[in-house]
């Protein structure tokens, strides 16, 4: 079955911190997504990575940054944390573009930026 | 640029009752995707259902259909006989068929009524 898998459901930083938001999916897939979820906002997309060492910006980067090493891995950084960046973290994965496949999401990271 | 709306922030069904969810679109282009995602409370997102442009025939899978209407850009999501585990964020999204990006709408709190 697939499996995304995000290293934390939850976690507490300090303002200024670096951050690391790990995610792994085990059904070998190009793409994969970091989204950003509020309450009345749904889901925007951070970065998107379509291949390994690739990436792209979504709506929202700044703040950001991401790292695909391994097509199975996408870690998302958060490089110096800030109270605005509390939020919930989703990762997902899909095969490539022009396929009818759906995102397949992980549980989630709630994020607290103290 | 193509954008999601779903106009209801939050619905509620008796259970055993049908309930219809809301979404339109905007876009210029003739081919893509269309999706319901489904978000229990503290839970994977998964997908309900999953509709591809170029088809008239409106998606169905088991209690879920949809209500596909190209010309006027409407996707709407119709739950029959609703069970206490259909309570979730319920969350339309787009994405053009050749394209890696998906759209989401703001999402659709369901609340089911025992």
Same mark, same amino acid.
């Given at each position: ?23 792994? *999916?085990?059904?070998?897939?190009? =793409? ?51 109270? =605005? ?14 396929? =009818? *496949? ?13 | ?114």
């Amino acid at each position: 079955d697939v499996k995304v898998t995000q290293s934390s459901r939850y976690l507490v930083k300090r303002t200024g911190e670096k951050v690391f938001l790990e995610c792994v *999916q085990d059904m070998d897939h190009e =793409n994969m997504f970091w989204y950003r979820q509020d309450p009345g906002l749904g889901l925007r997309l951070i970065y998107f990575s379509y291949d390994v060492k690739m990436k792209e910006k979504g709506d929202i980067p700044e703040g950001y940054s991401v790292s695909r090493e391994k097509k199975e891995r996408f870690s998302l950084i958060l490089e110096s944390a800030s109270t =605005n960046q509390t939020s919930m973290y989703l990762c997902a994965s899909s095969l490539f573009a022009g396929s =009818n *496949q759906p995102q397949h999401f992980g549980d989630g990271t709630r994020l607290s930026i103290l | 640029a193509q954008t999601v709306t779903q106009s209801q922030p939050e619905m509620s069904v008796q259970e055993a009752e049908t309930v219809t969810l809301s979404c339109t679109y905007d876009t210029s282009e003739s081919d893509y995707y269309l999706f319901w995602y489904k978000q229990p409370p503290s839970r994977q997102m998964i997908l309900v259902i999953r509709q591809e442009a170029y088809k008239q025939q409106n998606a169905t899978e088991n209690r879920f259909s949809v209500n596909f209407q190209k010309a006027a850009k409407s996707f709407s999501l119709k739950i029959s006989d609703s069970q206490l585990g259909d309570a979730a964020m319920y969350f339309c999204a787009y994405r053009r068929t050749s394209y890696d990006k998906v759209i989401f709408g703001p999402g659709t709190s369901l609340s089911v009524i025992p």
